[in-house]
């Protein structure tokens, strides 16, 4: 069966036969010839496309310009055009030759880009040794993978933002140094980097009211800082408000998280920068200027009034007391200043104490000290602010043990809350 209905005409194309003998072999020819049947053109060859499309694109321009040629060719010697829905349907099956290969190749090629997606590369179990990995502030999932993948942590950063995503997490990644594992599955390095425990931090809190010197003792202690390198630290580096005179009243009591690699500048930085914010927060500056206060004045009331205790409640009562006796121009008579300047902390105040030559003796010049004698926390900032209402002029804190503070307007109480004082610290 050659596929054609029978009866129809062949209407493939048609070339002339041709022996190879010439006419000169061929005697008594007739003159006039009856032409020969032209013979049918032959089907194409399927193995030879099957070729022509392994060969690729290049086999593919090849086969196309060859076939072009042929078709030229044979249009000269017959002088009959080559069958246009023939060519068509030549250059169709080299084009659709040439585009499977190319999907071939891009399907081995696409899956290769998608495999580390699809599948990316991840270790088994919780690793072993140890490592820190720093994540620095504002990395995406993406970013933490990669230092993760860089330090052996895990397998690929892939591995790590498939997780994050599948348990929607990401948003809870904080910076930090964390103390991990080499060769962990990215689940399990997920969890360390979502316990607090695993973060390398020493925190350090400081008090309230502490003298800077304590403050840079403290800090040396418990985060492992040089105490020189904190002491000697240029003060222009550390972002001091304008009016300020120095560290004194500056470093904020809070908690603070230090680092590995933070520097004594870090540090300090970080303490002034949360004074900063409290004073913000408290309109300081505004306040200030309606007490018809400077800023470093309101900072230095401020600590006075923590460094004389007591408690919360008694803030504003104090602050009254320090506002009445400015306002009235009588010596303040602050027994922590004399303390601060002689460097020294106690209950106890003698005769000779009040007679200390210093700038910082309440006793012995009038109006407030030349700076702060402590870091105030917000409270006692607020208290500075807004004293509260009433005449009294002393305050005594009666009882320190208890933080029992007694205020009056009249000095024969003032010397009565004096002499209890005494009689609880054991003095005469």
């Known amino acids: 069966m050659n596929g054609r209905p029978e009866g129809e005409d062949d209407l493939g194309d048609m070339i002339p036969f041709s022996s190879g003998d010439s006419e000169q072999d061929r005697p008594d020819e007739p003159a006039e010839r009856e032409p020969k049947q032209e013979r049918r053109q032959p089907e194409p060859d399927a193995a030879a496309e099957a070729d022509a499309a392994e060969a690729g694109t290049a086999g593919t321009g090849a086969a196309r310009t060859g076939a072009a040629e042929a078709d030229a060719a044979r249009e000269a010697e017959v ?4 069958a246009p829905r023939q060519r068509a349907m030549r250059k169709a099956g080299m084009v659709s030759a040439g585009l499977i290969v190319s999907l071939v190749a891009l399907g081995a090629g696409g899956i290769a880009v998608l495999k580390p997606y699809l599948s990316p590369d991840d270790f088994d179990g919780p690793g072993s040794g140890a490592v820190t990995v720093r994540i620095a502030p504002g990395s995406s999932a993406q970013a933490i993978g990669s230092a993760l993948a860089e330090a052996g942590v895990v397998a690929s950063a892939q591995s790590f933002v498939r997780v994050t995503e599948e348990r929607a997490v990401t948003n809870r990644l904080r ?3 964390y103390r991990l594992r080499k060769g962990m599955a990215a689940k399990a390095a997920l969890d360390l980097l979502l316990a607090p425990s695993s973060r390398v931090v020493r925190r350090v809190t400081v008090p309230e009211g502490l003298r800077t010197s304590e403050v840079l003792a403290r800090v040396a202690k418990l985060a492992g800082l040089p105490l020189k390198e904190l002491q000697g630290v240029d003060q222009a ?3 001091l408000p304008s009016y300020a005179k120095g560290l004194e009243g500056f470093l904020f009591p809070a908690t603070y ?3 590995p690699g933070d520097t004594a500048v870090d540090v300090l930085a970080a303490m002034v ?6 004073a913000r927060q408290i309109g300081l500056e505004r306040e200030a200027a309606r007490k018809h206060v400077t800023p470093l004045e309101a900072v230095t009331v401020a600590s006075m009034i923590q460094a004389e205790g007591g408690v919360d409640a008694d803030y504003p009562k ?3 007391v320090i506002y009445n006796r400015l306002q009235k121009g009588t010596p303040l008579e602050i027994d922590s200043t004399v303390l601060y300047a002689q460097n020294r902390r106690s209950l106890k105040i003698t005769e000779r104490d009040t007679k200390v030559d210093s700038p910082y003796n309440t006793y012995q010049h009038r109006g407030l000290p030349p700076g702060p004698i402590a870091n105030p926390g917000e409270k006692a900032l607020m208290a500075a602010l807004n004293p509260a209402q009433g005449d009294w002029h002393w305050f005594v804190t009666t009882d ?8 009056t307007n009249k000095e024969s109480e003032f010397v009565r809350y004096r002499e209890e004082l005494n009689k609880n610290l054991g003095t005469s």
């Open 79 to 82: 002088g009959v055009p080559v």
């Open 175 to 177: 910076p930090g140094h």
């Open 237 to 239: 580096l550390v972002g």
């Open 257 to 259: 998280e230090i680092e």
């Open 273 to 278: 920068e949360r004074f900063q914010l409290a």
């Open 318 to 320: 104090i602050s009254r």
């Open 400 to 407: 320190p043990a208890h933080r029992i503070t007694k205020f």
